[in-house]
């Protein structure tokens, strides 16, 4: 197990290196920084000590290496657009983006369960055909179309929610949240709507494989014949044994979800992280840009190494496996 | 009793679309309800985006066509629509139809290049990486699992709007095309390359690469004439369905602004634009591209559902 441990943990510390790399090449690219950052009078002496000051005489790979520390101490420099600690701005940002996801991974579960549940039990009843005919449009279309559908009916037309912002907040010490004023409340609705659907889908088309599987079993067919009301037989006996995937899609997908966020908060003009970095991308914000791709890639590369230790504890037979 | 000849055997060959119509392909393509549904939609919306030039009223990239007095006419069936804006038109008098079809032939083209460009990229990694093992394959696999562990989208975004950088300014329109498809491209072939690696190392160590080696058939020969034919079906498959995947990315990128110009509108910018326009009452700006993006992508996933169950082997 110990052995399991250390090679994963191992091959996760290697991916975010690598991605770190990937960040670090974003800078080589895109020019001298020294250049953008003096004005028009310095002389070269004042580039050679700028240029000095900031660590870019030494070779690349010293570069690169002081990046890594600076990125594993949350140092990602400061941002070109506005002059402030970047890691500041993504702090501040990070509630916004966390309570969307969050909230949106909940509507998954809530909905896509009980919908699978129903489309396999009612299998070949209309309703039931039409739900999975319509999970192929929730599979198909992008969030950014959702979106903007979802705010053109319930936003435009009917007024129902608001369609942009984030509503007011409450500030709890460094989190502040929309979840405790009628407003915010009303403002996260069609977002984590719009970001929530493909789950939904998602998790109703597993929910409905795994159940039409468990319905089948043996246990499923004794429950019955010992006569336990049919909702007990459902809900009790089959769905506890689908759940085990159902958790492991959301929590692998959580990190998706922050990632994908940015598109819904665009459209919304949520004020989370992914606003700020699509910001930076159109500002050519550099700082921000690279620091958003190593904490985003952390918060990925993290929940999967979990998934994967947890299941390894439950089941040993995968610690055998390679990796 | 005897027995009649009725006619001579026939001993030429049926016709190719004899073969084709008594094909197990066809049969479950006439049979499956949603196939031949998703393919008629993409028949109709392809040939209508590639016939542009002849049936749009309007040429969108001819700025002297626009004129400021046809802006914000609404759809034909509402007040104060009119000939021949038949979807109505944008904030600077171009004709959303038109605007539509140019798009979606500028997305379909982008989509199509992108996977042709991962598909052969991924193909020619994937059988290198199986067929010679070792150090090469370590490296390659351990490069896409890295590529794996980004979002996407993210890596899709930051290509893009670093390479747009790197682009003169003369070439931003044309230049922003190949750079979209390059985006695509990066995160896209790391599939194909596992699938077709997976399967060349089950394939090497068969006999009739065993025969061909020591015919003294040259590596490179028994890649691509003797693998290559037994990985291709399953890649084909994956194409099919990451074609649609290829134009929601396309459109993701251009409606996050760092894809196609307004210049050079594809259907993710015209939804950009429009998007502009939701809360000022002109709904048709962006309603329609949306609609027109929605039924491209279904009716791709439409087929591609159909041709991954009718290729797969265990469900036969």
């Known amino acids: 197990m110990i052995a399991f441990l250390i090679k994963r943990i191992g091959s996760a510390i290697l991916v975010m290196l690598a991605v770190a790399f990937l960040a670090f090449l974003i800078f080589a690219v ?77 509507l998954s579960l809530l909905i896509g369960v009980p919908l699978g549940v129903i489309t396999a039990i009612h299998r ?104 336990v009301p049919r909702r007990i037989v459902h809900y009790r006996h089959a769905l506890r044994n689908c759940l085990m995937p159902v958790a492991t899609l959301t929590a ?43 904490i985003t890639s952390a918060i990925f590369v993290t929940l999967n190494t979990l998934v994967d230790i947890i299941y390894a504890v439950i089941d040993p037979r995968l610690r055998q496996e390679k990796i | 009793m005897t027995l009649q000849v009725d006619q001579e055997p026939v001993l030429t060959r049926p016709s190719r679309f004899a073969r084709m119509r008594d094909s197990d392909l066809w049969h479950s393509f006439v049979t499956h309800r949603g196939a031949v549904v998703g393919a008629c939609m993409l028949v109709v919306l392809v040939v209508a985006a590639f016939a542009a030039p002849l049936i749009a009223p309007q040429n969108v990239y001819d700025s002297a066509q626009l004129q400021l007095m046809n802006a914000r006419v609404p759809p034909i069936w509402q007040e104060g629509g009119r000939w021949p804006f038949i979807l109505g038109t944008d904030i600077q008098g171009r004709d959303v139809l038109s605007g539509i079809l140019y798009g979606s032939r500028t997305s379909i083209l982008i989509a199509v290049s992108a996977v042709v460009l991962s598909l052969v990229i991924g193909v020619l990694v994937g059988l290198a990486a199986g067929f010679f093992g070792g150090i090469m394959d370590n490296l ?56 077709v ?99 491209l992508v279904v009716a791709i996933n439409l087929v591609g559902d159909w041709l991954r169950d009718a290729l797969n082997p265990k469900l036969r």
Not at chain 1, 72 to 95: C, H, K, N
Request: aromatic fraction near 10%; charge should be neutral.
């Open chain 1, 252 to 294: 692998m997908n959580f990190g998706t979800l922050i990632a994908f966020a940015l598109v819904t908060e665009t459209v919304f003009q949520w004020p989370g992280m992914g606003l700020l970095f699509i910001q930076a991308v159109l500002s050519l914000d550099f700082p921000i840009m690279a620091a958003y791709l190593v």
């Open chain 2, 197 to 295: 690696r997976a399967q060349t190392s089950v394939e090497r160590r068969k006999e009739y690469v065993e025969a061909a080696r020591l015919l003294r058939v040259s590596p490179r020969r028994i890649m691509l004439r003797h693998i290559l034919p037994n990985t291709l079906t399953p890649v084909l498959v994956a194409a099919t369905l990451s074609f649609g995947m290829a134009i929601l990315a396309e459109a993701t990128l251009s409606f996050l602004g760092v894809g196609m110009p307004a210049s050079l509108p594809s259907l993710g910018t015209l939804i950009r634009i429009g998007n502009n326009y939701l809360f000022s009452g002109q709904w048709w700006i962006v309603l329609f591209p949306v609609l027109q993006l929605s039924l």
């Open chain 1, 124 to 227: 070949g009843k209309w309703f039931s055909e039409g739900l999975q005919f319509l999970s192929i449009f929730g599979v198909s279309l992008p969030s950014f179309v959702i979106a903007i559908m979802l705010i053109l009916v319930f936003s435009v037309m009917l007024g129902w929610a608001p369609g942009f912002g984030r509503g007011e907040t409450v500030q709890i010490g460094w989190w502040s949240t929309g979840l405790l004023t009628a407003s915010g409340r009303n403002a996260i609705i069609l977002p984590a709507i719009a970001l929530a659907l493909y789950e939904i889908t998602l998790v109703m088309r597993i929910v409905r494989a795994e159940m039409l599987e468990v319905l089948r079993s043996d246990f499923v067919k004794f429950a019955r014949a010992r006569g």
């Open chain 2, 140 to 195: 390659l696999m351990r490069f896409a699992d890295v590529l794996l562990s980004i979002p996407t989208i993210l890596l899709a975004i930051l290509a893009s709007a670093v390479a747009m950088d790197m682009l003169p300014s003369g070439w931003r329109a044309l230049g922003a095309a190949g750079v979209i498809v390059f985006a695509i491209t990066l995160s896209n072939w790391v599939q194909y390359a596992r699938i």
């Open chain 1, 30 to 106: 895109a020019g001298d920084p020294v250049e953008m950052m003096v004005n028009e009078q310095a002389t070269q002496a004042d580039r050679d000590a700028l240029r000095e000051r900031l660590g870019l005489d030494q070779p690349f790979l010293v570069q690169y290496a002081t990046f890594v520390m600076n990125a594993a101490q949350g140092e990602f420099g400061i941002s070109y657009q506005t002059q402030r600690d970047v890691m500041s701005l993504i702090a501040s940002r990070l509630p916004a983006t966390l309570e969307l996801v969050f909230i949106a991974s909940m």
